[in-house]
């Protein structure tokens, strides 16, 4: 809706030309002329007024009527001179001339814009795909291409600096990790786990419909990192803590006890997290001072996006860390035993010799 070009308009303007010789022989003068000319077009600046509840000025002109003004008003308006009044088309033509627009340059290049905003309830990503398909099957005259910016630029940009974000921080947190536990399988399957709660986040996002939102999900998706992280940190140093302090028990007990000592907390923090933002992922909003509950606000609809990637992606995390993770740490030790493991041979039988 409310699409619009810079495109130049197409039109006349007239451009008035004055008998300067025929004027003086008639005693009309330039400065009567002009105002003439004023009177039945723009009209004639008399000065300018600020009414008292605005901030700009008002132009006040004098001018014709409605009905004495326009063009065509040349042939009949007469002014005075020496002579009596003379009829103003008699030292004055007029000539239609193609309308000069303005043309927009950016480094050299001539732009048109095009400008639109999507209808409600239509997503501008959508259209914005349609149009580039379009685009791409109809071919467009040599020296013409296409950009899309505005909405749809500012977006790449944000992905880009998410992106960079949440690379920086999980360089950041596999250093930290590597230098903590001082195992590079253990700090691997801590990253992997904020990159697989992602798929949490995309089913929750297509279960329920709702858009892919670049800043609201994306940093959605940096924030839950550091909690999924957490989660799985205290998980494992709890296992290398009890695989120290036991080493009498097997690995199945170690894992077994670890997913014991954590299912508290790890369940405390996702039903505290998950049950504040659930509100706002069910787009509802509570005004504590006004007694009321709000259905679809502004304030509700802004953060959803946000609020529901934690969500979808927390209630993901929570099934990797107690059941995936715990699994993971056991694969190493299952494949160290099958590789040792030797196959035994089976003694043959000899045949006997019956007499």
């Known amino acids: 809706i409310d699409i619009d070009d810079t495109a130049p308009i197409p039109g006349i303007e007239w451009e008035i030309k004055v008998d300067r010789a025929q004027a003086a022989m008639l005693g009309a003068s330039m400065a009567e002329i002009g105002t003439a000319i004023q009177l039945m077009t723009n009209g004639?600046?008399?000065?300018?007024?600020?009414?008292?509840?605005?901030?700009?000025?008002?132009?006040?002109?004098?001018?014709?009527?409605i009905e004495y003004r326009g063009i065509n008003q040349l042939d009949t308006i007469r002014i005075s001179t020496v002579n009596g009044p003379v009829p103003i088309s008699?030292?004055?033509?007029?000539?239609?001339?193609?309308?000069?627009?303005?043309?927009?340059?950016?480094?050299?290049?001539?732009?048109?814009?095009?400008?639109?905003?999507?209808?409600?309830?239509?997503?501008?990503?959508?259209?914005?795909?349609?149009?580039?398909?379009?685009?791409?099957?109809?071919?467009?005259?040599?020296?013409?291409?296409?950009?899309?910016r505005g909405a749809n630029e500012e977006q790449?940009?944000?992905?880009?600096?998410?992106?960079?974000?949440?690379?920086l921080s999980m360089a950041l947190m596999a250093i930290l990790l590597v230098t903590q536990f001082n195992s590079y399988y253990q700090s691997l399957l801590i990253l992997s786990a904020v990159l697989l709660s992602t798929t949490g986040v995309l089913l929750g996002l297509l279960i329920t419909g709702q858009p892919f939102s670049v800043m609201l999900t994306g940093i959605g998706i940096v924030a839950l990192a550091g909690i999924i992280v957490n989660n799985n940190i205290v998980l494992i140093?709890?296992?290398?803590?009890?695989?120290?302090?036991?080493?009498?028990?097997?690995?199945?007990?170690?894992?077994?006890h670890t997913g014991v000592q954590r299912l508290r907390p790890v369940f405390l923090t996702t039903f505290t997290t998950g049950f504040g933002l659930l509100p706002l992922a069910m787009n509802i909003s509570f005004d504590l001072f006004g007694a009321e509950i709000e259905f679809g606000g502004p304030i509700a609809s802004q953060w959803q996006g946000l609020a529901s990637?934690?969500?979808?992606?927390?209630?993901?995390?929570?099934?990797?860390?107690?059941?995936?993770t715990p699994s993971m740490l056991a694969l190493p030790a299952r494949l160290r035993?099958?590789?040792?493991?030797?196959?035994?041979?089976i003694p043959r039988a000899q045949p006997s010799l019956s007499s």
């Open 90 to 148: 008699s030292f004055v033509t007029r000539e239609a001339k193609p309308k000069v627009g303005s043309i927009q340059r950016v480094n050299g290049a001539r732009v048109v814009l095009v400008r639109a905003n999507p209808a409600p309830g239509i997503i501008a990503d959508n259209k914005l795909q349609e149009l580039a398909q379009y685009m791409a099957d109809v071919p467009l005259v040599n020296g013409v291409y296409y950009q899309f």
């Open 44 to 65: 004639v600046f008399m000065g300018d007024y600020r009414p008292n509840d605005s901030e700009e000025e008002v132009d006040i002109r004098v001018r014709y009527p």
């Open 337 to 345: 035993t099958m590789i040792r493991r030797t196959p035994q041979s």
């Open 156 to 167: 790449e940009q944000s992905a880009a600096f998410l992106m960079q974000a949440f690379a």
């Open 237 to 256: 140093d709890t296992f290398n803590h009890l695989r120290k302090r036991h080493k009498e028990w097997s690995l199945e007990e170690i894992i077994v």
């Open 309 to 324: 990637t934690i969500v979808f992606g927390l209630s993901f995390a929570t099934i990797l860390t107690l059941i995936v």
